[in-house]
């Protein structure tokens, strides 16, 4: 089955996104970003990698709002993006709950924050719980769930606000590699259940061509896009494919992208 394909008009948006700051108050500037420039289709599932240090996180960071660009700008449905707001959600590496609520509160919050009434919040929370595999856990706390198991809860809370654009800043790398793979395939589910527009930065160039529509190569610092490869692999997606050739064809692809840029 091939599953349709995005909208080809642009939610998300940069133009000539530049971040210069001062490290650690040293009074040198140091430029993590030049001129990116990106559209992300409503509906895609796009992939950003790249070295360490090339200022993916920090482009995370400007497209939700948390930071302002010194240069250029970031653009949700044409309208600049001047701070955090409830259409874009951004899932950090560590999933960062809250260990005095249990997973359903967690869930909660973002809902809670935004006035939803109480009886259309459960609603959504059990809804979201079951979606990334949590239903029979809703009143464990934190330290009671594996890695994998909290990062679901933060997925679960990413999406409970029904946000129109998910950021996910490297969600898996703090799993070991069968949890993050099996992670990566509900992210796949949940994707193909929501057709939200998902942005992820991922160092892995398997986990990214499994994922993507399209992965986006970044140059090392002050990163810029660099390589655009398309994934014209058909959906839905198993594991299976991370053994196939036509997946590691693509992923060599991605993998010279990179290396060319050292």
């Given at each position: 089955m091939?599953?349709?394909?995005?909208?080809?008009?642009?939610l998300l948006r940069a133009e000539r996104l530049g971040m210069t700051f001062d490290a650690n108050g040293s009074g040198f500037p140091v430029r993590a970003l030049a001129e990116v420039s990106l559209d992300v289709a409503r509906g895609a599932f796009v992939v950003l990698v790249g070295p360490s240090g090339c200022g993916k996180s920090t482009l995370l960071r400007l497209l939700a709002g948390l930071e302002s660009p010194t240069e250029g700008r970031a653009l949700l449905d044409g309208a600049p993006i001047a701070a955090p707001q409830r259409r874009i959600s951004l899932i950090f590496q560590q999933a960062n709950l809250m260990p005095w609520r249990c997973v359903r509160a967690n869930v909660l919050l973002p809902l809670e924050l935004a006035g939803v009434p109480a009886a259309e919040r459960q609603a959504?929370?059990?809804?979201?719980?079951a979606l990334v595999g949590l239903t029979g856990f809703e009143e464990a706390y934190p330290a009671e769930l594996s890695g994998g198991m909290a990062q679901r809860v933060a997925i679960a809370r990413g999406l409970a606000a029904r946000p129109e654009v998910l950021l996910m800043d490297e969600p898996f790398a703090a799993l070991d590699a069968l949890t993050r793979e099996r992670l990566s395939l509900d992210i796949l589910q949940v994707w193909a259940a929501t057709r939200q527009t998902i942005l992820m930065v991922t160092h892995n160039i398997s986990e990214a061509v499994?994922?993507?529509d399209e992965v986006l190569v970044m140059s090392p610092r002050p990163g810029r896009i660099v390589r655009r490869v398309p994934i014209p692999l058909p959906r839905p997606r198993t594991l299976d494919l991370l053994y196939s050739p036509a997946l590691g064809e693509?992923?060599?692809?991605?993998?010279?992208a990179i290396e060319q840029e050292f």
């Open positions: 091939t599953m349709p394909p995005p909208s080809s008009s642009p959504r929370a059990a809804e979201m719980i499994l994922l993507a693509l992923a060599g692809q991605v993998r010279a």
